[in-house]
């Protein structure tokens, strides 16, 4: 980021953030799941589905590879569009950690493309995937630090307070 970028923590929900883009903890066949994609699609309504579909008809036959983005719009969503990214799978030997970087450097990258000035982010990885809540609060407020960005305001959004205060832990 650079001097001018705010980083600012929320508890609450995704889908109810008004930003210029909201950051979506998908999976590589973008059509759908539980968590941030299930709330994401629930709220949104059926126009970014039908987008994953032409996505998943075009550039990415094969699905989204893990720790890349794309954007769609954010249909009824309070934003402008969603980046969707696909965060890497914690296993038992640990999770590939630059891989859960690269969902945030690149999601700004695309944030960067569209024009976004601000952007929210779940915390990538840490429902389904099972990735250490601290350890992702860690390499995401790191990496976003790191990031050359236009992005004017970087919000993590948490849903809960164990995950509020994982992060608050590397944001002062
Ligand atoms: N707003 C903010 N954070 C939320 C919300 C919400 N509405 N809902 C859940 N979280 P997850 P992942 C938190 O599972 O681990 C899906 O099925 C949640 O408590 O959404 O990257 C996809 O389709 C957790 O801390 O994403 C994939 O298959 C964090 O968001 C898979 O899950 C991320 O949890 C992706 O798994």
Redesign the pocket.
Same mark, same amino acid.
């Given at each position: 980021m650079s001097a001018s970028t705010s980083l600012t923590l929320v508890q609450?929900?995704?889908?109810e953030q008004a930003v210029d883009a909201v950051v979506n903890?998908?999976?590589s =066949?973008l059509l759908?799941?539980?968590? !941030?994609?299930?709330?994401?699609h629930r709220r949104g309504g059926p126009e970014i589905l039908d987008e994953c579909r032409d996505l998943r008809a075009s550039r990415y036959g094969r699905g989204l590879p893990t720790g890349a983005a794309v954007a769609t719009t954010a249909g009824r969503l309070p934003a402008r569009w969603v980046i969707h990214t !696909?965060?890497p799978v914690f296993q038992a030997s640990g999770g590939d950690a630059s891989l859960l970087a690269s969902c945030y450097r690149e999601s700004l990258r695309i944030a960067d493309e569209l024009g976004a000035r601000t952007v929210a982010f779940?915390?990538? =990885?840490?429902?389904?995937?099972?990735?250490p809540?601290d350890d992702a609060a860690r390499i995401a407020v790191e990496t976003v630090r790191e990031t050359e960005t236009a992005v004017e305001e970087v919000r993590f !959004?948490?849903?809960?307070e164990r =995950?509020f205060a994982a992060f608050a832990a590397y944001v002062s």
């Open positions: 609450g929900d995704i889908t903890a998908a999976n =066949s759908g799941g539980g968590g !941030v994609d299930g709330a994401i !696909v965060g779940p915390a990538i =990885s840490t429902g389904a995937y099972g990735w809540m !959004v948490l849903f809960d =995950s």
